[in-house]
């Protein structure tokens, strides 16, 4: 369990953004449109954070991609950045790659477990011309 | 990892590749490691290995005259295609192709619901639809039918009734193949066909009456490579105005024969949906004493198990069942489910479980009220796509063997016995077959039982026994008359072997009719088993 103090504001997310060298986020300039938050791994953390909402979920990706993530990848743009468990990245990736959309930077967070599971901070970037901001 | 398709050199390849970018636009054709990374199977227990089998690129037609002009380039270079929809199917293969260096044709950007009709209560769709995309087709019409889909939900109606994968609901509607009506499919030589009435011009009953007139060949083009599916039909159920929940419980080991039995009854009378059997023994697997008694070489006996049964307090097995349907109707089929079973079987026991008015609220689909330990998975059973089903998954993912066995208590015992010893020889794998495991009810007629070994990037020991422990089910379960239902491209000229009748006819016959019309394998040359005359050579 990463606490509020581990986080420190986004602080597990933002070293990944900006290890990224990744040229979709030179066409992201205005920076994470939204964070996912995997409550099985991330508490008591704020609603937002400057200005980008954070959507909550407890590892089942349905509900944040039905009311969400689909609309909000058919447009041009919108970079998540998350703290989530692996498996629920990994849905995350194969949906993205179906939206034009990829991995572009991640980082474990946590060991694995039985079913070896772990946490995970993550950034999901347009990277196709077709949506692409 | 960059591979060519069989018999080309690499400026060919890049000129079919220009061809093939004037056909669809530069934008959606990849090649490269990176943009076909999406296009290996990550479920793969050949992960990173020689076995593994690579794309070469990836072409993204918008329309059926695009997928005709893609087919009708790769003919002319002799270049194999590998269609997906979504591309999901994991487990069985994920997106990759039987042959390296095949070139996938993605169908995602196809993903227009044409249709659907709540009088008449059908769908048309494209392949790149999802179940998702489907749901929020029929939430518009304000939910008067409802989806089955399979778990989870993120696929495509036509890639998985092409699989022939199941969902949930009421029987005619589960075997997802079995309630398609029509199909538009493009042929090996790019000419577009439609299946049924579809071939009527004029007629307004393709998704109704699937035949037409003359052989009706859509059951071809599953699991097939005579075609690339370009729009499907398929039923819907209207929907039902109640859902209603029991269980049924018998003391002892053999009760599952009878039980059973009333199952199939009550199924085959299209008086229930899908059922969830279970043993309430399996609680006790904790222990190590049961784990050997439940694991025992030539399996328990059934004194033994009942002896543990009984010491324990608990019953047997366990079917929860569901009822469809107008409220009335559903008491009364559980009222008569329930007399049926209890007055044949002595000690068996009923549970009234939840029932409530359809479409169900969020808190009625989290499933949480049931008065036992439910194994029933509200979503899936009332037909909404969910992605929770990834919680089950383990590792990197797994691979998966689904014998077809046949729907009696006596076949699951010998199932249990006769692949609980095989499997003995992998004693690193779970006891996937032990004397609880239980069929499932998932196709229509039949049941099913699973072997799911996982799978792990960074451990290739491991995949190498995942891998032997597969082909090894194949063959055992063959020996026995289970055959497996799908299967990943590694696997399935083992399984097509396997159903050799009469010195492989089946598999002859399609072959003859895969050099009529495909010689040079322009269609996914071996899906299913079937080789072209230039593969076989």
Not at chain 2, 187 to 196: F, H, K, Q, Y
Request: glycine share 8%; charged share 20%.
């Amino acid at each position: 369990m990463i606490t509020r103090r581990e986080a420190i504001k986004w602080g597990v997310v933002v070293p990944a953004i900006a290890a990224s060298s990744q040229a979709a986020f030179a066409r992201a300039p205005q920076g994470l449109d939204a964070f996912l938050l995997d409550t099985r791994y991330v508490e008591n953390l704020p609603a937002e954070h400057a200005a980008i909402t954070a959507i909550r979920f407890a590892g089942d990706v349905t509900r944040p991609w039905f009311d969400t993530l689909d609309h909000a990848w058919r447009r041009r743009g919108y970079v998540l950045g998350g703290i989530t468990g692996s498996d629920a990245l990994f849905v995350l990736e194969v949906l993205a790659q179906q939206h034009g959309r990829r991995v572009v930077s991640q980082q474990q967070l946590g060991e694995k477990n039985e079913r070896g599971v772990y946490p995970v901070s993550w950034v999901i970037a347009p990277v196709h011309p077709s949506v692409t901001a | 990892m960059s591979v060519l398709p069989p018999d080309i050199d690499s400026a060919s390849f890049a000129a079919f590749l220009e061809e093939l970018r004037g056909a669809v636009g530069a934008d959606w054709v990849w090649s490269g490691d990176a943009d076909m990374f999406p296009y290996r199977d990550s479920f793969s227990p050949v992960w990173n290995t020689a076995e593994e089998r690579h794309a070469s690129a990836a072409v993204a037609p918008e329309d059926v005259e695009q997928v005709s002009a893609v087919v009708k380039i790769a003919r002319k270079h002799r270049v194999p295609l590998y269609p997906i929809s979504t591309g999901k199917n994991f487990g069985y293969g994920g997106p990759s192709p039987n042959v390296n260096g095949s070139v996938v044709l993605d169908l995602k950007r196809m993903n227009r619901v044409i249709e659907v009709n709540t009088d008449r209560n059908y769908c048309l769709v494209e392949p790149g639809v999802s179940y998702f995309d489907l749901q929020r087709a029929v939430d518009a019409t304000g939910n008067k039918v409802m989806l089955d889909c399979p778990d989870p939900g993120w696929g495509s109606p036509i890639g998985n009734s092409l699989e022939r994968g199941v969902g949930y609901t009421m029987p005619h509607f589960r075997d997802h193949f079995g309630a398609h009506c029509g199909m538009e499919v493009v042929l090996p030589d790019g000419e577009i066909m439609r299946t049924g009435m579809g071939a009527l011009p004029g007629s307004e009953t393709w998704q109704e009456y699937p035949y037409g007139f003359g052989p009706d060949p859509a059951g071809l083009f599953a699991q097939g490579n005579f075609g690339v599916v370009t729009k499907m039909g398929f039923r819907l159920m209207p929907m039902p105005e109640y859902y209603r929940t029991g269980l049924i419980t018998v003391p002892r080991r053999r009760d599952f024969i009878k039980l059973v039995n009333h199952v199939n009854f009550l199924s085959d009378s299209g008086l229930i949906g899908e059922v969830e059997y279970g043993s309430p023994l399996s609680a006790l697997m904790g222990n190590p004493d049961f784990f050997v008694l439940a694991t025992k070489t030539g399996g328990p006996s059934d004194a033994e198990m009942d002896a543990a049964a009984s010491a324990a307090g608990l019953p047997s097995f366990q079917v929860e069942l569901q009822f469809f349907g107008p409220q009335k109707a559903t008491l009364e089929n559980w009222n008569y489910a329930k007399d049926r079973i209890l007055s044949d079987i002595p000690g068996a026991a009923a549970v009234d479980g939840d029932h409530f008015t359809l479409p169900a609220s969020e808190d009625q689909l989290n499933n949480t009220t049931q008065p036992w330990q439910t194994s029933i998975k509200r979503r899936r059973s009332l037909g909404v796509p969910s992605l929770g089903a990834w919680k089950i998954v383990r590792d990197d993912g797994h691979v998966g063997f689904f014998p077809v066995l046949p729907r009696t208590g006596e076949a699951v015992f010998e199932v249990q016995r006769v692949l609980g010893d095989a499997m003995k020889e992998f004693p690193t794998l779970p006891p996937f077959f032990n004397a609880l495991t239980m069929p499932l009810f998932w196709h229509t007629h039949t049941f099913q039982m699973v072997f799911a070994p996982s799978i792990k990037h960074d451990d290739p020991q491991h995949n190498a026994i995942t891998h032997a422990s597969m082909k090894k089910c194949v063959a055992v379960a063959a020996e026995h008359g289970w055959g497996d239902y799908r299967a990943a491209p590694i696997y399935q000229d083992d399984v097509s072997n396997t159903y050799s009748f009469n010195n492989h006819i089946l598999r002859r016959f399609h072959e003859q009719l895969k050099d009529a019309i495909d010689p040079d394998g322009i269609i996914a040359p071996g899906r299913g088993g079937i080789w072209p005359r230039r593969f076989r050579a």
